[in-house]
C-alpha cells in the first residue's frame, strides 16, 4: 500500500491564541430541526465511490451545516507539513474534525506560492505567472469561499473579478473542469497517472472533495467531478502528496511533508 494510514485520537492540549480558527460562532442544528438536516448533518461526510474502474474516497462540504478553514501553520508560525500535527495543534477542537485535506501548490518550507486568505486575511498574493509543472498548466484555480459564505472555484485570471471578498482562498492548478467543459490539454485517459485530489463546486454551499486511492489520469479525475459529482468547475489540488485525515474511518494519511490544508468541522 502506498499510504500510511495513522488511527487518531484527538490530543488535548490548549489552543494558543491567534491559532483558535475554529471559534466561529454559528448555530447548531437544533434538535427539533427537519429530519433531513439532521440525516444530513450525522451522515459521514467521507464515502467510497468506483468512477471507470478506480475507486476514489469522496467527501462532502455542506457551508449550511459545518465550517471550512484554510491553513499551513500553527500558533507560532511554523509550518504544520503533516496532518498529526494538525491534529495535535487543534488540541480539543480535533473532535469536531470531519475531514481535512492538503489544499494547494506550496515552496520547500510549506508556505503557499499562490493566493492564500484566511480569514479574510491574504498570506499570498494570487499568482498569474507563466512556468512549468502542474500548477502552470493554465489555466489553474482558486478555491474560496466568500464572506457570504459561498464556495466557488474559478479560475485564477476571472478570481478577482467573481470573488471580491473571500475569506479563505487557495490557488492550485491546474483547473481540471472549466464552465462544464475539461481542461483543454487533458488526453481522455492520458498515460500519467498518479494519486490525486482536487475539488469541485455543484452549487453555491456544497463542495465536492475527492482523493483517488490508485493512480489516475488527469481526464479520469475531471470527468469523476463533471459526470459523477455534477461539478462544472473542479481544480487539482495535488498530485502524489495527496492525503486526507477522516476520523470517522479511523485514516489520517502520513505521505509526504504537506503545505496549505483545508479543515471541515462540525459547527
Not at 450525522?42 to 462532502?60: D, I, L, S
Not at 485564477?156 to 487557495?170: G, H, K, Q
Request: proline share 7%.
Amino acid at each position: 500500500m502506498r499510504r500510511s494510514v495513522l488511527l487518531a485520537l484527538p490530543v488535548v492540549i490548549g489552543l494558543a491564541a491567534g491559532f483558535a480558527f475554529w471559534s466561529e460562532g454559528a448555530p447548531e442544528i437544533r434538535a427539533d430541526a427537519p429530519p433531513a438536516a439532521i440525516a444530513e448533518r450525522q451522515a459521514p461526510a467521507c464515502t467510497q465511490r468506483r468512477f471507470e474502474g478506480t475507486r476514489f474516497t469522496v467527501c462532502k462540504f455542506d457551508a449550511r451545516i459545518d465550517t471550512m478553514r484554510i491553513t499551513y501553520r500553527d500558533a507560532a508560525g511554523r509550518p504544520l507539513r503533516k496532518l498529526a500535527a494538525l491534529e495535535r495543534a487543534m488540541g480539543a477542537d480535533a473532535a469536531t474534525v470531519r475531514f481535512a485535506v492538503n489544499a494547494g501548490m506550496f515552496d520547500e518550507e510549506g508556505a503557499p506560492i499562490g493566493l492564500f486568505v484566511a480569514d479574510g486575511r491574504e498570506g499570498h498574493a494570487i499568482n498569474l505567472k507563466e512556468g512549468s509543472g502542474n500548477f502552470h498548466l493554465l489555466p489553474n484555480g482558486v478555491f474560496a469561499q466568500g464572506a457570504d459564505g459561498r464556495v466557488h472555484v474559478v479560475p485564477s485570471p476571472r478570481f478577482a473579478a467573481r470573488v471580491p471578498a473571500p475569506r479563505w482562498a487557495t490557488q492550485s492548478g491546474p483547473m481540471l473542469v472549466v464552465d462544464g467543459k475539461l481542461h483543454a490539454k487533458f488526453d481522455p485517459d492520458g498515460e500519467s497517472r498518479l494519486f490525486r485530489n482536487g475539488v469541485g463546486v455543484s452549487d453555491p454551499h456544497t463542495a465536492w472533495f475527492a482523493i483517488s486511492e490508485g493512480g489516475v489520469s488527469f481526464g479520469k479525475f475531471a470527468r469523476l467531478f463533471r459526470d459523477a459529482l455534477g461539478c462544472p468547475n473542479a481544480l487539482l489540488l495535488d498530485g502524489s502528496v495527496s492525503s486526507l485525515w477522516d476520523p470517522a474511518a479511523g485514516r489520517q494519511d502520513d505521505v509526504a511533508a504537506l503545505g496549505p490544508m483545508i479543515v471541515v468541522t462540525r459547527r
